[in-house]
């Protein structure tokens, strides 16, 4: 084994065991139990609810390995978890790999390993959650599309276009976001190639889109789900649908993501910022080499995408971390002209510092704060069952929703959906109950004779008697009675 290989299966090997003490025991959040859903009770793709096993688009290849996997282990959370940690453990092996090509092997060693101990991609390697995933495959996908550029040939290209096609069974939302770096693969090529690489792309599709359409009523049924999906999101949480109020939302999201997900290795990705505006200023026009257009067409694209349309979840940001870790690993060997011993220790300081952020705080990302969550919920799981008859209860939720209604399904319970820009009340009658409990932390209750009950240390349950059929009113973050059936 070559020096090189055996770097990249250190960093494989040590992710992969740092990640083994801190999986979480319980599906993490909504779209956690939608996958849990299609690895029980079969794979079908639904824009209600009620027959989401997953949500649309379905991510076909991804329910498939983790069946894999749960066939192994025997429990789905774990099965999702694992999958996790072991595409977490293949970024970091990749992008060295992938970093050689524009830094030195120390430098791609050391952003291999801030990337693998940066608290937001560690936090996401260890939860029943695909954005681990959709790190692996965006560096992986970045790899074969800058080698197929440099090779220049019609095969390459086409290869690298089919595996496209066939990846985005994972995620599909890769077809968005790597299209623009798709686009400068071939850029170079003849007419005649360019066609051949988008058939290419639109066969590896076929992988997963005909069995994915099958499995979920037809073609129709399929196409008609994914665009009301994509429609209730432009609508909800887009720019053009929803202005400022988004805009501000999405980008300071995006950037919160970032900041956790890139820590201190920000610092030589401002350095270069600074050094390129400042020679366009000079020059007076604005220079791309072709390395800088590779990363531009890799980063601008998904980060555009979610300040302008929608980002659900902090993990979204994996999809650009390895190709910002490259810009800092640029930077570095750039900038920081120290001598060896120097640029070692430091470099080893900042890896140590984020590794301790996550280990031994509890910052947002940390071992802790996914500990909190396990026992969190299965404080409130257990007080709701020990407390409260599944007859006479109703569970009101909002984020956890589906974690309700998979950890205690034989409770009534009701989704508190509202706008996240606009409020708008509602009216409900209440089933024959005379308790709701607030599963939610965030749900406020509008009377003062809701009663705030503790279920462990720190982690607190609202109930509040009513009287069986009630009208109860849900208003933003609020809910309350505000007609008795006994009136």
């Known amino acids: 084994m070559n020096r090189t290989a055996f770097v990249a299966t250190g960093l494989f090997a040590a992710t992969l065991l740092s990640r083994a003490p801190f999986f979480a025991e319980h599906l993490w959040a909504w779209d956690s139990v939608l996958y849990a859903r299609a690895l029980e009770s079969g794979f079908h793709v639904d824009y209600a609810l009620a027959g989401q096993r997953p949500h649309p688009p379905g991510y076909l290849l991804y329910v498939a390995t983790a069946a894999v996997a749960r066939g192994l282990v025997g429990d789905s959370n774990t099965a999702l978890v694992l999958i996790s940690a072991i595409a977490s453990a293949l970024a970091a092996a990749v992008l060295f790999l992938f970093a050689r090509r524009f830094v030195s092997s120390g430098t791609a060693a050391f952003i291999s390993l801030a990337f693998a101990l940066d608290p937001l991609a560690w936090q996401y390697s260890e939860v029943a959650y695909p954005y681990a995933l959709l790190g692996l495959l965006s560096v992986t996908l970045a790899a074969c599309f800058f080698a197929a550029r440099a090779r220049g040939t019609a095969a390459a290209a086409v290869l690298a276009s089919l595996a496209f096609g066939a990846a985005a069974g994972f995620r599909q939302d890769l077809l968005l976001i790597l299209a623009a770096l798709w686009l400068w693969m071939i850029w170079r090529l003849s007419p005649r190639v360019r066609l051949v690489a988008a058939a290419s792309v639109c066969a590896g599709c076929l992988v997963w889109l005909v069995p994915t359409a099958l499995l979920s009523g037809g073609p129709l049924a399929y196409v008609d789900a994914v665009m009301r999906q994509t429609d209730y999101v432009r609508a909800t949480y887009s720019v053009p649908a929803q202005g400022l109020s988004a805009l501000s939302a999405n980008l300071a999201a995006t950037l919160y993501a970032l900041a956790w997900g890139l820590g201190l290795c920000a610092l030589p990705i401002a350095g270069l910022a600074l050094v390129g505006a400042r020679r366009a200023v000079r020059a007076r026009r604005v220079v791309l080499g072709r390395t800088d257009m590779f990363l531009v ?86 007080f709701v069952r020990q407390h409260y008859s599944p007859d006479s209860t109703l569970v009101l939720a909002r984020e956890d929703f589906l974690l309700v209604r998979y950890y205690l399904p034989e409770y009534h319970s009701w989704f508190h959906d509202f706008d996240p820009y606009r409020l708008a009340m509602r009216r409900k009658r209440a089933p024959k109950v005379n308790a709701i409990i607030a599963f939610s932390p965030g749900l406020k209750a509008a009377s003062i004779e809701a009663r705030r009950v503790e279920c462990a240390k720190g982690v607190h349950l609202v109930y509040l008697d009513i009287d069986p059929g009630s009208i109860v009113e849900l208003y933003g973050e609020r809910y309350g009675v505000v007609e008795s059936q006994r009136r």
């Open 297 to 382: 067409a890799w980063i601008a694209p998904a980060i555009s995408l979610y300040v302008l349309l929608h980002i659900g979840e902090w993990g979204y940001v994996l999809s650009v971390l390895p190709g910002l870790y490259v810009l800092a690993a640029i930077g570095i060997d750039r900038f920081v002209k120290v001598p060896r011993i120097v640029r070692r220790a430091a470099l080893a300081s900042a890896a140590v510092s984020t590794a301790f952020a996550f280990v031994a705080t509890s910052a947002p990302f940390s071992a802790a704060a996914i500990a909190h969550r396990d026992d969190e919920l299965a404080a409130r799981v257990s």
